[in-house]
């Protein structure tokens, strides 16, 4: 069997009825996997599993906020007992507020470490018994290029991204002696609901000004799409990268790498 399959795992990809983490999960479905997702409302989960069957993958779905640990607690459970033990958990659910910080309430603040960081810790620390007890498991955070980099009116998000990518490395180091690899990927800037305000044509037809910025930013010169992170999120679930841990892959086209292209 190919190192790189996924046949008889069963991944929890949270925040996953579209976006980053649907492609994710379409991509173990193609490996073989069994998909199981969440999201914070019913018709969001009902719109996910109908994408999915439409994708031909027969995904569960459950209501859960990740950022309520009796819920988180509850979810794993009820997948335990419905579904299997959590082989794959992607800690994907995420949002992110622009503002300036000194116009950001402390709320706001909390309101996205919470759903950023302090959710992949209570989604990790309920899974990781029952892969203790399985002799293996994978933890993939989606982290960000704000793991590594600020920039003005996301405080609270990189603060949290970069707080993520401290606890991938945590989890790998006080874990991987239970044969479980906790690694993260970094998306660089990607076409998804989360960043269409960063690519909304102006009222004079131009591209958005951040957008032509990204693209001057990125070697590959173009945004990415949810479906380039399909093979590096199935490197990190598979077999092939049992002795990686506590690495984060960014998926970037090459941003980290550039100092960007000289305005004409
Ligand atoms: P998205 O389109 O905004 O989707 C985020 C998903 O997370 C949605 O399904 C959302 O559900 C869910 N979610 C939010 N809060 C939740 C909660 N408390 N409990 C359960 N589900 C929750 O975002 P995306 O672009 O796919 O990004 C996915 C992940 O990648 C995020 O962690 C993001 O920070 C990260 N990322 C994105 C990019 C990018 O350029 N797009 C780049 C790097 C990293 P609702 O619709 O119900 O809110
Ligand atoms: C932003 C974007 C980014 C991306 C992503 C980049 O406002 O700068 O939303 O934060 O979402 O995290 O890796």
Known sequence: MSQFDLTGKIALITGASYGIGFAIA???????????????????????LKAYEEEGIKAHGYVCDVTDENAVNE???????????????????????????TEMTAAEFRQVIDVDLNA????????????IK??????INICSMMSE?????????????????MLTKN???EYG?????????????????????????QPDGERHPFDKFIIAKTPAARWGNPED????????????????NGHILYVDGGILAYIGKQPK
């Open 149 to 165: 980099l600020g920039r003005e009116t996301v405080s609270a998000y990189a603060a949290a991204k970069g707080g993520l990518k």
């Open 26 to 48: 379409k991509g173990y479905a193609k490996a073989g996997a069994t998909i199981v997702f969440n999201d914070i409302k019913q018709e969001l989960v009902d719109k996910g």
């Open 134 to 139: 399985k002799g293996h498991g994978k933890i």
């Open 177 to 201: 002696e239970y044969n479980i690899q906790c690694n993260g990927i970094g998306p660089g800037y990607i076409a998804t609901p989360q960043t269409a305000p960063l690519r909304e044509i």
């Open 229 to 244: 992170l399909e093979g590096p999120a199935i490197f990190l679930a598979s077999d092939a990268s049992n002795f990686v």
């Open 75 to 101: 979810m794993v459970a009820k997948i335990e007992k419905e579904v299997g033990v959590i082989d794959i958990l992607v800690n994907n659910a995420g949002i992110i507020k622009r503002i300036p910080m």
């Open 120 to 131: 992949p810790f209570i989604v990790s620390k309920a899974v990781i018994p029952s892969m």
């Open 171 to 173: 989890i790998a180091s």
